[in-house]
């Protein structure tokens, strides 16, 4: 008999999960409490996938041998709670992805910070060093459809802690912990220990010919690493001491050390600046010096590589006053890694979704570096809260023209209007992205 996977959410990874379970001869049935978009709708009955919508049918969903979750649905939802009443495996994507990939290797990297920069990056210099490789997870096609319609020898993933929570078997040759901070605790029952524990299942399956690169100047994850059993080589990367197996820098000079090799290179010579991009920079090329890739080539790629849309994106300069599009930055700290590279005035943009933020820890940066604060979001309380005796000019817009025109209003001529919303963008647009083009659409409109 056929095994009957029913997938729930149909985004890129419930899709791709379909189409790829499709091709393994399963009987395939997709299930969305919401409105599937009409591209990926196309794509299921053009493959001949029964999908439905705006609904949950349980005698369809409940005589799975298996469940493919996507990432977005949360534990808490009613469906979910019932398949689990009913002891019938979840799996997430990416599990179901890694039983079909053969012998290729993966990479994969999470994080709560830096995790697309440094999963760009390290595609950036496999496919610089020609590696036939593909980038998949939360950046790219998910990893399903790139196993289903075009297979790999090398999987670069982005992988958040939500795919992570429903794996078995997963075994990334090289995994990639960026750092933790509180993020997502909403998810977590606000225990960021339950997020901690997701985070580090990324090393779960690992052997000892597998290798682990890990923050050594990250506090959660140094305070943490010793409550779980890491099989996998070290490969740590640090600033603040030199390593015999690692990367690390010292006087503004990248060192790799792996193998007995070595190889250093100066900071001044990465493409992307700012701290947290030197150690996005470690991180990627310790990745690309485990898969064994030429000293050259990730030289030559760090030189090469040009930083992410909605990523510390410069826009445009107006009347010299620039205007900078850091859209993603969709928690704290990443926006305190974006405060932190500022060497000119701020005019700040916050807000939006709040996933459980403790603004205290930009209190000093905020205090520092930024002269105005524009809040965009249907609920600032918390911001006002935060930096209202700190920063007196502060305002409340509700969409990214008036947010844009205000920020521009309050600035001169040699300061920075910064959109770094350290939060998520569900209240006001379809997602971080949207929010990102609609800055830059109300800055090309002034």
């Known amino acids: 008999m056929k095994k009957r996977i029913v997938i729930l959410g149909a985004g890129e990874s419930g899709v791709g999960a379909a189409l790829l379970a499709k091709q393994q001869g399963c009987d395939v049935f997709v299930s969305d409490g919401g409105v599937i978009s009409n591209n990926y709708k196309v794509e299921l009955q053009e493959n001949n996938i029964l999908f439905e919508e705006s609904n949950h049918t349980e005698s369809s969903i409940l005589n799975a041998n298996e469940v493919i979750k996507s990432p ?14 009913s002891n019938i495996p979840v799996i997430s994507e990416i599990e179901f992805a890694c039983r079909y990939i053969g012998n290729s290797k993966v990479v994969a990297i999470t994080g709560s910070n830096g995790k697309t920069t440094t999963t760009a990056l390290t595609y950036h210099i496999c496919k610089h060093a020609e590696q036939d490789c593909a980038l998949v997870g939360n950046i ?17 993933a982005e992988i958040s802690s939500f795919q992570l929570d429903d794996i078995k078997t ?12 509180e993020d997502h605790l909403d998810r977590y029952d606000y225990k960021v220990e339950n997020y901690i524990a997701s985070k580090f299942k990324i090393i779960a399956n690992q052997q000892e010919e597998d290798v682990f690169i890990y923050n050594m100047d990250d506090e959660l994850t140094m305070k943490h690493i010793t409550n779980y059993p890491i099989k996998s ?24 050390k792996w193998k007995n090799e070595e190889m250093q290179m100066s900071i001044e010579d990465f493409a992307i600046k700012g701290k947290h991009n030197q150690f996005n920079s470690m991180a990627a090329s310790m990745a690309a010096t485990a898969l064994d890739i030429r000293k050259e080539k990730i030289r030559e790629a ?15 300069t107006i009347k010299g006053i620039e205007f900078i599009n850091d859209s993603k930055a969709t928690n704290i700290n990443s926006t305190w890694f974006a405060l932190e590279s500022m060497t000119k005035p701020v005019i700040l943009i916050l807000g939006g979704v709040d996933k459980g933020n403790d603004y205290n820890v930009l209190k000093e940066l905020v205090a520092d570096k930024v002269k105005a604060i524009v809040c965009m979001g249907t609920d600032n309380t918390k911001i006002h809260e935060a930096f209202g005796e700190i920063i007196p000019l502060m305002l409340n817009t509700d969409n990214a023209e008036e947010a844009v025109k205000t920020a521009y209003h309050f600035s001169n001529k040699g300061d920075v209007v910064l959109l770094s919303p350290a939060c998520a963008s569900f209240d006001l647009f379809k997602n971080y992205e949207d ?4 800055f830059k659409q109300a800055v090309k409109n002034l």
């Open 140 to 156: 790219g096609y998910s990893f399903a459809r790139q196993v289903a319609v075009d297979p790999k020898p090398l999987y670069i």
């Open 302 to 316: 760090l030189q090469t590589f040009e930083s992410l849309e909605h990523r510390m994106e410069k826009v445009a």
């Open 170 to 181: 997963f075994r990334p040759q090289i995994a990639v912990l960026t750092n933790i901070t």
């Open 72 to 85: 977005g649905i949360p534990e808490k939802a009613a469906i979910v709670k019932k398949i689990r009443a």
């Open 233 to 256: 080589t070290k490969a740590p990367i640090t600033m603040s001491k030199e390593l015999s197996q690692g990367a690390y820098l010292t006087n503004a000079q990248m060192h790799l």
């Open 435 to 438: 929010r990102g083009n609609q």
